[in-house]
């Protein structure tokens, strides 16, 4: 029976070696599949494609003079550490990284084609119009003219009009945007220069934590919980933001970053929208059976369930999301809270505010999965109070 034992337990090691090692080549290979696709992209397809087009003038913006005629501005080209899917490469000039980013493609809703077959554009008169609704549309921010001739910042050459649909690119690219209308409030990166439809802004210090099952053993929980306080703050400037707040759908760790000046940031606006917004997309009457098929992303919607319509308002905010999706996680990537030092006092107060709607102390009167500031506010001094004692305790 002994050697029945051994035998099999000798199989399961096996088993589980051989696994290790095909996960660890699959890794190697994913990453290294990954490396060779961002070089190729940079090299042949985007700074090459780039320069090319800025070249045939139909590309403008002072970045592409900065790419494509002072090679010796910029060195040090890699590929970006996350969020490949909106950037393409990083570089450094003069001390500072740089990410090229590569705005979203949209369809040509800008021009026309005239009896002759010729493509027309608008006046630039006109495009500084379309802009100007376009933003107060969008984000309900109001801009004087001066302000959008600002924004256009380049000079359109009158005779390569299709210059102006790589600017109307720019702006119909959310993170573009976020970044350029919410500049001064420090909440994404800022925009350093545009060349056609890419852009470049500060690259930042994505914020490093284990982020795996091996934080249940605590060892750098005063970290994390230092993050966590950081993050919070953040959470807080959104709710603060003119004219309306800021709702982020999608929350990840990996995406919040430091600036050089050691500010934190978010490093993609793809999915914040402002309240009005995104209280119009998810009540926009969609066919439903329940309240998920409303939801955009994180973000909740309701389900009318006698017309079967899509037509309620945001139901929870972003402190609910925070609470969920970057305190407490789940499955392979906990999250910041998860950890077995983690006083219960303090979990409570998390599970709170994933769930509020169990009392109405908890939430906001029109959206019951919104956690309300009182809530916001307790989690946050008993965070802040946790960190004071655990400093005090480790200086002694």
Same mark, same amino acid.
């Given at each position: 029976?002994?050697?029945?034992?051994?035998?099999?337990?000798? #199989?399961?090691?096996?088993?589980?070696? $051989?696994?290790?090692?095909?996960?660890? $080549?699959?890794?190697? !290979?994913?990453?290294?599949?990954?490396?060779?696709?961002?070089?190729? #992209?940079?090299?042949?397809?985007?700074?090459?494609?780039?320069?090319?087009?800025?070249?045939?003038?139909?590309?403008? !913006?002072?970045?592409?003079?900065?790419?494509?005629?002072?090679?010796? =501005?910029?060195?040090?080209?890699?590929?970006?550490?996350?969020?490949?899917?909106?950037?393409?490469?990083?570089?450094?000039?003069?001390?500072?990284?740089?990410?090229?980013?590569?705005?979203?493609?949209?369809?040509?809703?800008?021009?026309?084609?005239?009896?002759?077959?010729?493509?027309?554009?608008?006046?630039?008169?006109?495009?500084?119009?379309?802009?100007?609704?376009?933003?107060?549309?969008?984000?309900?921010?109001?801009?004087?003219?001066?302000? #959008?001739?600002?924004?256009?910042?380049?000079?359109?050459?009158?005779?390569? *009009?299709?210059?102006?649909?790589?600017?109307?690119?720019?702006?119909?690219?959310?993170?573009?945007?976020?970044?350029?209308?919410?500049?001064?409030?420090?909440?994404? *990166?800022?925009?350093?220069?545009?060349? !056609?439809?890419?852009?470049?802004?500060?690259?930042?210090?994505?914020?490093?934590?284990?982020? %795996?099952?091996?934080?249940?053993?605590?060892?750098?929980?005063?970290?994390?919980?230092?993050?966590?306080?950081?993050?919070?703050?953040?959470?807080?400037?959104?709710?603060?933001?003119?004219?309306?707040?800021?709702?982020?759908?999608?929350?990840?760790?990996?995406?919040?970053?430091?600036? %050089?000046?050691?500010?934190?940031?978010?490093?993609?606006?793809?999915?914040?929208? $402002?309240?009005?917004?995104?209280?119009?997309?998810?009540?926009?009457?969609?066919?439903?059976?329940?309240?998920?098929?409303?939801?955009?992303? =994180?973000?909740?919607?309701?389900?009318?369930?006698?017309? %079967?319509?899509?037509?309620?308002?945001?139901?929870?905010?972003?402190?609910?999301?925070?609470?969920?999706?970057?305190?407490?996680?789940? !499955?392979?990537? *906990?999250?910041?809270?998860?950890?077995?030092?983690?006083?219960?006092?303090?979990?409570?107060?998390?599970?709170?505010?994933?769930? *509020? =709607?169990?009392?109405?102390?908890?939430?906001?009167?029109?959206?019951?999965?919104?956690?309300?500031?009182?809530?916001?506010?307790?989690?946050?001094?008993?965070?802040?109070?946790?960190?004071?004692?655990?400093?005090?305790?480790?200086?002694?």
């Amino acid at each position: 029976m002994l050697n029945a034992f051994r035998r099999k337990f000798r #199989i399961a090691f096996q088993r589980t070696v $051989v696994l290790a090692a095909m996960a660890a $080549v699959f890794v190697l !290979g994913y990453s290294y599949i990954n490396l060779e696709f961002c070089y190729k #992209i940079m090299s042949q397809n985007s700074l090459t494609y780039m320069c090319k087009k800025y070249k045939n003038l139909e590309y403008s !913006g002072s970045l592409c003079e900065e790419l494509c005629t002072n090679e010796d =501005s910029f060195r040090d080209f890699k590929c970006p550490q996350n969020e490949m899917r909106t950037t393409v490469f990083t570089a450094e000039k003069n001390g500072d990284v740089y990410a090229i980013k590569l705005s979203r493609h949209i369809k040509d809703d800008l021009s026309w084609t005239n009896s002759l077959g010729n493509q027309v554009y608008p006046k630039i008169e006109n495009f500084h119009r379309i802009v100007k609704m376009h933003i107060t549309l969008n984000y309900n921010v109001t801009l004087d003219d001066n302000m #959008i001739r600002a924004l256009v910042n380049q000079e359109i050459d009158k005779n390569n *009009p299709q210059q102006m649909f790589n600017f109307w690119r720019l702006f119909k690219d959310n993170n573009y945007m976020m970044s350029k209308l919410f500049d001064e409030e420090n909440l994404f *990166p800022t925009i350093l220069g545009s060349c !056609g439809p890419y852009y470049a802004t500060e690259n930042l210090n994505i914020l490093k934590t284990d982020q %795996s099952l091996l934080q249940y053993l605590s060892f750098d929980w005063h970290k994390r919980l230092k993050f966590a306080l950081s993050i919070m703050e953040y959470i807080f400037r959104l709710d603060e933001i003119k004219p309306e707040p800021l709702k982020m759908c999608k929350m990840k760790l990996n995406l919040f970053g430091l600036t %050089s000046d050691k500010r934190i940031k978010y490093q993609s606006a793809e999915y914040v929208q $402002v309240e009005s917004q995104l209280d119009r997309h998810l009540s926009n009457g969609q066919n439903c059976e329940e309240d998920g098929d409303c939801n955009w992303h =994180s973000c909740m919607g309701l389900c009318d369930h006698k017309k %079967s319509q899509c037509t309620g308002i945001q139901q929870n905010n972003n402190m609910q999301i925070f609470c969920d999706h970057i305190l407490k996680g789940g !499955g392979l990537f *906990p999250g910041l809270l998860a950890s077995a030092k983690t006083p219960k006092t303090l979990m409570k107060l998390v599970k709170n505010c994933i769930d *509020p =709607s169990k009392s109405p102390n908890y939430h906001l009167p029109e959206r019951p999965n919104a956690a309300n500031t009182e809530l916001a506010l307790r989690l946050y001094n008993e965070m802040k109070r946790l960190q004071k004692t655990s400093s005090t305790r480790d200086k002694t």
